[in-house]
């Protein structure tokens, strides 16, 4: 194991120690003696590494009609019905 992976799985440890701590992050790190920035970096690493895993949130389809509203960063609000393809489209436009 090379130096990077050995870094990485040790502060993905840290980061599980965490999670099991009951602490805020900040609190984590001054008892620790961590440095803030270093943990979030790490963090947002972590998270990362668990969407590339491949685990999706399965979308159930509606079984009944409804609306969704999309509104845009530029305030621009659109109500649609409840459609993959449609959302998608929508999404991928702005």
Known sequence: MNNLEEKR???LSIIEDWRTSGKS????CKAKG???ATFYYWFSRSNESALATGNFIPIEKASR???????YPNGVRLK????????SQLIHLY
């Open 80 to 87: 649609v019905e409840n459609e993959l393809g449609l959302l």
């Open 9 to 11: 799985s040790a502060m």
């Open 65 to 71: 009609r409804s609306e969704i509203e999309v509104i």
């Open 25 to 28: 992050k900040k609190e984590y």
């Open 34 to 36: 961590m440095n803030v």
